[in-house]
């Protein structure tokens, strides 16, 4: 899923700064999940800037709408009479919901509340890890299922660099080198062998580099 | 009132609990205290949480008597006492009497006897001479002052010198009790652990035997950690003074008498048959076991007589909890 | 009605018996690696399995104990075993036995101990026994150590212990008498108490279980519910915490065990208990995860694709509420919402646990009649139901909120104060990047046996 | 000057032990600054490396910096991070530093920038070290860029790469050292070596391996000045200094002296291993301290090898230009 978290609300705030009816719309699929943008966290938001407004003597109108998913148009179309009401709309969707919405409401003002971070994966309560940046070519096959792009934070192909220490990274004790999870795996798999092969440089075209991607699936498309 | 009224005799923690369970499944009581409130002793027992909680027991409780009293299903009979019972299970009759004069209650189904305890006899042990005074309180006391403590502490002024005197009155044949009270090393030092907490100041002692009920090791490592001494004897005498000593033989000493001042002596008192127990027995035919607890004589399901709580010997808190709901299943799955 | 008896323990055996007698019918998966899960709640589990699911309609966990020579470089006997045969049939004048050891003090043991001790001193062993703590507290154990003692055995209390050996003989070194002296003691026939584990398996198995342990590994051990064999999922119960024989402390937990479960089956319906919207729930788990009893799962019908409330295991905690991030679940009972409708007074609002602090304020009374009028309070169920949204939407109406729940430990749902204190610091931490003051928020931990405490905190906050 | 081959490879090739240390760019443009450095080496080492943004610090460039030294009659290792450039970047730099004289190369990841002055800033990765020397080594034997495409006339470096004896997990780095040889690296230069048990088994593995064979291992040593120091080093990921070191730093009353007989004594140990080729002596903060150490070391006179006598960077440039035109 797609991870976030909310913007600071002094960053919040000021973005708001001079609207009077203010939409807040949360999205209801993966940053509800990630617990940065779903329902609780809309109406958490409204109560806090309503405290504000009350302390600061700000008069405005705060509405909070739950669409499913910003990244599909049908559930922005159901919120449209209350996006026509807003002179602002609050966006607490990753930053797809956020260009979205703003794309289906051309009129309106579409703030973004929310960071987004990366994919990933819920690892506890309250806890999200990157496992994936979308570099467009998978290569988990090779490296037991662990992806080095994403989880050295070198991005090493070969193998670990020096500053691998105890199963950690070198840039924070708290952090897994993604080195030594490729090799615990390939180790129990019995399958290490495959290390000593050299990866060659990569074709970064199918990240992000190549300029911004889509994905075309002809059967699907008349 | 429903035909099938089960009498409870005692408003403790015994029998609140059982009434209360009996009540919630459509079984009225009538609970006989003779005290003027319910509750018995749990109800001045103070929370031994220091910065955590100590387990205790006592959070199970909760506002107990509150139900019991608001239920409509509890009769409850303040002040009075059993004088006396006729009949047999599913049919008693019992009399009951208080300041006003005798009632007689009708279709008793069955009868729960939860006199609870008393603590040691008149403050002495036989093996610690000890004639009353200022600076000496019951542990019963210190429960009191633990449950009326505030946010910045328990007495009015830090002691600097407090001791705990345990098995008073337990483990020992002179003073009919030759049994441990299995609830006192539990309550001392959970207190103390309170103590501690408000007062890092004050020197803790203990004069004890033996670490009951406390599994583990840890525990007894924890508390020496918490700077809580421990002096493995009984002490002679408390020598009454300004403040008042205690007069002990230092361990490993051969014999040598010591004498240490105190500020504060706690008299960990154990649980001793309550001082009802032979009129309640003769009453309802009851027997005594080896400690001078009393036990039934014959099959409960079939006198129709159970025992619940400490009448039938020293227990903890849930345990005295779970046995009473025990009893109400009992009883319930007879009426049923 | 079908019990299941998981793993394995020298208590099966009368377990299942006394299950047999009291017209229930025990089903034994000794093999905790042979379980997958526990699904469903008390009335009907099902215990997914390698082999299939097998039902029940309650469990009780008997994995354990496992034994363990403490002090496994000197020659002993184990105290569990046939050690007194052994000795008499060595025809030993003299023998010694270990109670507990420094670092342990299994009390447990103290039953069996005793009762070989005296049967060794009957038959004219002299027996020592060396003990930090003579734990006498069960029911006839102060009769069994006079009987002991009355045949002439001797015990003897130590502080610190070390051991030589000498070929088959052990030397052992004690310091007694507050350490003011050292004796030593030579014997061929040293029986040393086992130590007594929870055994390797009984994380695995808790987690199958959905039980929770302590630090120690125990699922009974100083638990908040009545019964010590209760565990924090309702219907499963665990007994793996036992001595190693059967002792009639081992005949008393199943005794209440099986009350237990009696209780349980008769117990009337579940009624304050959370439920699922369905259409509003994005099945992320959370509730699953955060519900410490078991009382989440995925829905089983095909036609919806939510989670769903297992209501005979549910406590009404509310803790799932409070964490759902779509807003899904609701309690059939109470909860913290403020509503503008409701009646409201003063400046001071407090979200009390009712555990705890609902019950020392009713107790405070008394101490806050001159102020009863400017609070205003909403007991919650659980300190786990309070939310951050809550707690702000009650600072539009009130000066000051005041979130009182239970003492660390105390929580009957485990972790209802801890989620408490975090939507409360995360109240205070969002007031304070508005700047405005999180003083406004108050937090307080107390007992329902803390009515002074209560009367105090809410006086100050009052101010 | 006939076969293009660095004073290193030459010494190397010879079977002298070598020597080597660091010169670090100034974080100005003060060409003095790298000039004095390199002349305070003149004479004690046979190479030196210039480090490129150590610790992820912006410097002076390491190329740059090269080739000041150069002029001063030192010969430099050019470092070359991943860290900062793309494989654009890298190849147009090398082919400029190769022109300008430059012969030795040394192929790093580079630490994090998160560890720097810049952790704002966004990191290159686009190839690993490993890629790297393999580039370099076709770009030497095949005349190829990364992307198979000729060059004319290509930079040949003697190549080398780093060793971590010490870093985690043990057996993936010793993967990944024959990697780095596979690859096309000539020479390793070690992490910071404290503990020489531990070094000795490792070493045993590069033999079995017969990696000491395939690529010169120069044994990396620290020096340190104070107690401060080696407690700073020893909390850096892949270094392990042994308790009783910093026991030693502690109860001594001279740290300086104590720190260089520790150096001292970890050179004399390390020179006795069999496969090591040469030491390389870094200096944090402390480099004023080289020249005094390689002497009492033993380790003086340092071989003169014929035909790369100070070598010139005109001459080099001339002698580039002729090839070229």
């Known amino acids: 899923m797609i991870v976030a978290e909310q913007k600071p609300v002094k960053e919040i705030i000021e973005s708001l700064e001079g609207f009077r009816r203010i939409l807040i719309a949360s999205c209801g699929t993966c940053v509800t999940v990630c617990m940065a943008g779903g329902e609780k966290e809309a109406v958490e938001l409204k109560s806090l800037l309503d405290i504000w407004n009350k302390e600061t003597g700000t ?20 919120i449209a009479v209350e996006a026509e009401n807003a002179d602002v709309i609050l966006s607490m969707a990753c930053g797809a919901g956020v260009q979205f919405m703003a794309e289906r409401f051309p009129a309106k003002v579409v703030l973004p509340a929310l960071n987004t971070k990366f994919m990933g994966v819920t690892r506890d309560v309250g806890l999200w890890t990157e496992m994936c940046q979308g570099c467009g070519n998978c290569i988990l096959e090779k490296t037991g299922g662990v992806c080095p792009v994403t989880r050295c934070s070198k991005s090493n192909f070969n193998g670990p660099c020096g500053g691998s220490s105890g199963g950690k990274c070198e840039i924070d004790g708290n952090v ?38 889509k994905v075309e699936k002809k059967d699907m498309m008349v | 009132m429903s035909m099938s009224a089960v009498l409870v005799i005692g408003g403790g923690l015994a029998g609140c609990v059982t009434a209360l369970e009996l009540a919630s499944r459509g079984i009225g009581t009538v609970i ?18 220091a910065s955590r909680c100590n387990q205790c027991g006592l959070c199970i409780v909760g506002d107990l008597w509150a139900r019991v009293s608001e239920h409509s299903d509890i009769e409850v009979l303040t002040e009075s006492r059993l004088v006396d019972l006729i009949g047999t299970k599913g049919n008693y009759k019992a009399v009951v009497r208080d300041k006003n004069g005798s009632r007689v209650i009708d279709g008793i189904s069955d009868i729960v006897v939860s006199i609870g305890f008393d603590g040691a006899s008149s403050a002495t042990s036989a093996q610690v001479q000890y004639s009353g005074g200022r600076g000496v309180i019951s542990g019963l006391k210190l429960e009191q002052l633990l449950a009326q403590r505030g946010r910045h502490g328990i007495f009015d002024e830090a002691p600097s010198r407090i001791a705990f005197l345990q098995c008073f009155g337990s483990r020992d044949i002179q003073e009919k009790a030759p049994y441990c009270s299995r609830v006192c090393c539990g309550y001392s030092t959970r207190a103390a652990r309170v103590i501690r907490h408000h007062y890092p100041e004050t020197e803790i002692t203990f004069f004890y035997m033996d670490l009951q009920e406390v599994e583990g090791g840890t525990y007894f490592d924890v508390l020496k950690k918490e700077n809580i001494e421990f002096i493995p004897c009984r002490p002679v005498s408390i020598v009454k003074g300004s ?3 205690v007069l002990y033989e230092q361990p490993g000493s051969g014999g040598r008498l010591v004498e240490r001042e105190f500020d504060l002596i706690v008299l960990s008192e154990g649980i001793h048959p309550a001082a009802d127990s032979d009129r309640i027995a003769e009453i309802c035919t009851l027997g005594y076991d080896r400690n001078g607890f009393l036990k039934t004589i014959s099959d409960s399901g079939k006198t129709g007589i159970y025992l619940a709580g400490c009448v039938s010997g020293p227990k903890k808190i849930p345990e005295v909890y779970a046995e009473s709901l025990q009893v109400a299943q009992q009883i319930w799955g007879g009426v049923r | 009605m079908r019990i299941a008896i998981i793993g394995k323990s020298p208590i099966n055996e009368p377990l299942k018996e006394r299950l047999l007698s009291e017209g229930l019918t025990p089903v034994l998966v000794e093999n905790i690696n042979d379980i997958l899960g526990v699904v469903g709640q008390k009335g009907d589990f099902a215990i997914r399995t390698r082999y299939g699911d097998v039902e029940a309609g309650y469990v009780i966990a008997t994995q354990g104990p496992e034994l363990s020579n403490p002090v496994p470089e000197v020659p002993s006997l184990p105290l569990s075993g046939s050690s007194v045969q052994n000795i008499l049939d060595k025809n030993a004048k003299q023998a010694v036995l270990l109670l507990d050891y420094p670092d342990e003090s299994p009390g ?60 088959n003989a052990v030397v052992i070194h004690a310091r007694i008498n507050e350490g003011n002296e050292t004796i030593s003691i030579k014997t061929d026939n040293l029986i040393i108490a086992e130590k007594i584990s929870a055994g390797e398996d009984i994380r695995e198995m808790a987690s199958r279980l959905r039980i929770h342990l302590d630090d120690e590994g125990k699922a009974s051990g100083d638990n908040p519910f009545v019964f010590s064999a209760m565990t924090n999922r309702k219907g499963v119960f665990a007994l793996h915490n036992t001595s190693p024989g059967l002792t009639n402390e081992t005949k008393e937990m199943i005794d209440y065990t099986i009350a237990a479960i009696k209780m349980e089956m008769a117990a009337g319906k579940n009624s304050g208990h959370a439920v699922v919207d369905a259409d509003k729930c994005a099945l992320c788990y959370t509730c699953y995860r955060v519900c410490t009893h078991a009382a989440m799962a995925p829905d089983p019908n095909p036609d919806r694709s939510a989670m769903m409330n297992l209501e005979e295991a549910c406590y009404g905690c509310g803790i799932c509420v409070s964490q759902c991030p779509a807003a899904a679940v609701r309690l059939t009972e109470a909860g913290m919402e403020v509503k503008p409708e409701m009646a409201m007074k003063g400046s001071l609002k407090i979200f009390c646990c009712e555990n705890s602090a609902k019950l020392a304020f009713e107790r405070a009374k008394p101490e806050l009649e001159e102020i009863y009028d400017k609070v205003d309070i909403t007991p919650v169920s659980c300190g786990g139901e309070i939310t951050t949204a809550g707690i702000l939407s009650a600072l539009h109406r009130y000066r000051k909120v005041l979130v009182a729940v239970c003492m660390d430990d105390a929580c009957k749902h485990l972790e209802g104060n801890k989620r408490a204190k975090r939507q409360v610091l995360k109240a205070q931490q969002l007031l304070k990047s508005i700047a405005m003051d999180p003083g406004r928020i108050e937090y307080v931990q107390l007992s329902h046996a803390m009515p002074r405490v209560m009367a105090e905190t809410v006086i100050e906050a009052l101010g | 000057m006939t076969d293009n081959k660095s004073n290193l490879q030459r010494v190397l090739e010879a079977g002298h032990f070598s020597v080597s240390a660091e010169i670090g760019p100034p974080m100005s443009a003060n060409a003095d600054f790298v000039r004095k450095s390199a002349r305070a080496l003149l004479g004690y080492v046979d190479a030196a490396n210039v480090t490129d943004n150590q610790t992820a610090i912006a410097r002076m460039s390491s190329i740059a910096a090269s080739y000041l030294a150069l002029q001063e009659g030192v010969e430099p290792i050019v470092q070359m991070t991943c860290r900062d450039r793309n494989r654009l970047a890298i190849q147009s730099d090398l082919l400029g530093a190769y022109a300008l004289g430059l012969r030795n190369l040394l192929c790093l990841s580079g630490d994090h920038q998160t560890f720097g002055n810049h952790p704002e800033s966004k990191n290159v990765y686009d190839i690993d070290s490993i890629q790297l020397v393999r580039a370099m080594k076709r770009m030497k034997e095949e005349g190829v860029f990364i992307n198979g495409k000729p060059s004319k006339q290509p930079a040949k470096f003697f190549l080398g790469a780093a060793a971590h004896p010490f870093a985690d997990p043990p057996e993936l780095q010793m993967i990944r050292l024959h990697k780095k040889v596979d690859a096309g690296a000539e ?12 070094f000795s088994e490792w070493m045993e593995e590069v033999r079995k391996a017969g990696l000491h064979k395939r690529a010169y291992i120069l044994a990396g040593v620290l020096v340190n000045k104070s107690l401060k120091s080696l407690e700073m080093t020893s909390m850096v990921a892949g270094i392990k200094v042994p308790e009783h070191l910093i026991e030693r730093m502690r109860k001594t009353s001279d740290q300086q002296e104590e720190g260089l007989s520790i150096a001292l004594e970890l050179i004399n140990g390390i020179r ?35 035909g790369t006598e100070a070598v010139s960077s005109e001459e080099a440039i001339r002698e580039g230009g002729k090839k070229d035109a």
């Open chain 1, 59 to 78: 008069e405005n109108d705060i509405n909070v709408v739950v669409p499913k998913r910003q990244c599909d148009v049908e559930f922005l179309d159901e």
């Open chain 1, 176 to 213: 897994d080198c993604g080195w030594q999870l490729i090799y615990d795996r390939l180790k129990a798999l019995g399958r290490l062998d495959r290390l000593y092969e050299i990866t060659d440089v990569r074709d970064w075209r199918t990240s992000r580099d190549g300029g911004p991607r």
């Open chain 2, 32 to 49: 006989v205290e003779k005290d003027r409130r319910l509750g018995g002793k749990v109800r001045d027992y103070g929370c031994k949480a």
């Open chain 2, 243 to 245: 403040p008042n000593r």
């Open chain 3, 108 to 167: 447990i043991m103290t039953e069996i101990a005793l009762k070989k001790a005296a049967e060794l001193a009957r038959k004219r062993v002299n027996v020592v026994c060396l003990a930090r703590f003579i734990r006498t507290s069960g029911g006839y154990l102060e009769q069994l150590y006079r009987e002991a003692r009355h045949f002439n055995a001797v015990f003897i209390k130590y502080s610190e212990l070390s051991m030589d050996c000498f070929e």
């Open chain 4, 187 to 198: 020479f390793l230069q070690t992490q910071s070596i404290y503990d020489i048990e531990r």
């Open chain 4, 272 to 306: 006795r291993i069999e496969g090591v080729a040469g030491i390389h002596i870094m200096a944090v903060g402390w480099e004023s301290i080289v020249p005094t150490l390689i002497e009492r070391a033993g380790l003086l006179p340092r071989p003169d090898m014929p």
